[in-house]
């Protein structure tokens, strides 16, 4: 299995539990990564037959950008459906992160990891 990652995407959100984590806001961190067969991309060397790097992230931005997520699991779910619904990967990891997490003592963040394959049930 090939992959494309793209790591450490940067984000400004509204997701969270607490109200002031919806109203104010806080940076999130996203990591993906697509298995699929890059074999005909690299033969061609043509981004005509690639997948577009440019593409994932504005789709990533869109499900960050376009509604309020709870849970950061939900952020993570809703991204790896998006992103095996519009490449041909056939599984998707995400990582979803934040700092500053309140769970009565020190750390350095929060992370979430889901790993999806097309046609899984669920």
């Known amino acids: ?15 969270g539990v607490h109200p002031e984590e919806r109203t104010r806001g806080k940076r999130f961190f996203l ?34 950008e376009g509604r309020q ?8 779910e809703e991204i790896a459906a998006r992103l ?3 490449f041909p990967a056939t599984e998707v990891t995400v990582r979803a992160r934040k700092a500053d997490v309140s769970v009565g003592g020190a750390l350095d963040g929060v992370e979430v990891e889901v790993h999806r394959a097309r046609g899984e049930a669920g």
């Open 1 to 15: 299995m090939d992959h494309i990652r793209l790591q450490n995407l940067v984000f400004y959100g509204y997701h």
């Open 31 to 64: 990591d993906v990564d697509l298995g699929l067969d890059l074999r005909s991309a690299g033969r061609a060397d043509d981004l005509a037959a690639a997948v577009d790097y440019a593409r994932v992230y504005r789709v990533v931005r869109e499900v960050n």
């Open 69 to 76: 997520f709870t849970l950061l699991e939900g952020l993570a």
């Open 84 to 86: 095996l619904a519009e």
